[in-house]
């Protein structure tokens, strides 16, 4: 991946308006959102414990 664009991670302890105000201040624009389940084994059963939100910011010029 480019130096352009990066992947960002929402912390456990923040909202996702103060997630896009922290994308901005370094200087990047989000472009894309996804987000994914994370699960803890639990003997041979796999149990959902949160889902993971990532937004992919492109540098601005």
Not at 16 to 27: A, F, K, M, P, T
Not at 32 to 45: M, S, Y
Request: hydrophobic share 30%; aromatic share 10%.
């Amino acid at each position: 991946m480019s130096d352009k664009k990066m992947w960002f991670d929402r912390e456990d302890d923040e909202t996702l308006e103060q997630c896009l105000e922290r994308i901005q201040s370094l200087g990047y624009t989000v472009v894309a959102r996804r987000e994914k389940p994370i699960f803890k084994k639990e003997g041979e059963e796999y149990i959902p414990v949160k889902q993971q939100t990532q937004f992919q910011g492109i540098k601005n010029s």
